[in-house]
């Protein structure tokens, strides 16, 4: 198991505080989807071993692990693969992720952020689905063509219409989350969040469940969500 962990090295605590949970991910790998990849992010929960007794002062022991897949788009596929296609592992696009990202962001000084998004998805196949839904939506939103739903609960110091706060929100690159939604039948539901610009779109498109690629774009709304940490 070590063997896949990133990082897979001591866990040496600043304080026993930071011991009520720790997160360790897995290398990245590729997906049944060429330039997607994905990894998952494993989480050691602990607890003061005295009921009632606080974390900071007495001895902490692990009581459990949570882990859940995340997924990270380099681009979006040009070939439509069926659920059972077989998976693309050793996908060179996906190893050393985080590397690339910092050269990238070294070479672009208006990028403040030094490691690449990981967003979670239910499946390989929703992650990529949402992935053209979002493509198509912006670029829809854009080009005029895609008028957003109200948006006066968007939080912004700027005077932005919806549709420029949407374009602000992030694409690709920038999801934070990816959450399917209640749609009527023939339709497809998606919500987005983007952290690191606080905002939530919720997309709604015609076309085929089992299929990666929507028909068309039905409706965008944009909002705006306070992280609590």
């Known amino acids: 198991m070590l063997s896949i962990l990133e990082p897979a090295e001591r866990i040496v605590p600043i304080n026993r505080r930071q011991l009520r949970d720790v997160d360790l991910t897995t290398r990245s790998v590729g997906t049944e989807f060429d330039g997607v990849c994905r990894r998952d992010l494993v989480r050691l929960k602990y607890a003061p071993e005295k009921p009632g007794e606080p974390y900071e002062k007495g001895a902490v022991r692990p009581y459990g692990i949570e882990a859940w897949r995340t997924f990270h788009i380099v681009?979006?596929?040009?070939?439509?693969?069926?659920?059972?296609?077989?998976?693309?592992?050793?996908?060179?696009?996906?190893?050393?992720?985080?590397r690339k990202w910092r050269e990238r962001v070294d070479a672009d000084r208006d990028n403040e952020w030094d490691t690449a998004n990981w967003f979670p998805a239910p499946d390989a196949f929703h992650a990529v689905q949402a992935g053209f839904v979002l493509d198509m939506a912006l670029a829809m939103v854009k080009a005029g063509t895609l008028k957003s739903q109200p948006c006066e609960h968007v939080v912004s110091s700027e005077a932005l219409s919806c549709e420029a706060a949407i374009l602000k929100a992030g694409g690709l690159l920038e999801i934070g989350g990816v959450y399917p939604c209640a749609a009527d039948a023939g339709a497809i539901c998606y919500r987005f969040d983007f952290l690191r610009s606080g905002t939530e779109l919720t997309i709604v498109a015609s076309g085929d469940e089992n299929r990666l690629k929507p028909s068309d774009i039905l409706s965008v709304s944009v909002g705006s969500f306070v992280v609590l940490g």
Request: glycine residues 4%; contains cysteine.
């Open 75 to 98: 681009q979006l596929p040009k070939v439509e693969r069926d659920a059972g296609s077989q998976a693309l592992i050793w996908q060179q696009e996906c190893v050393d992720i985080d």
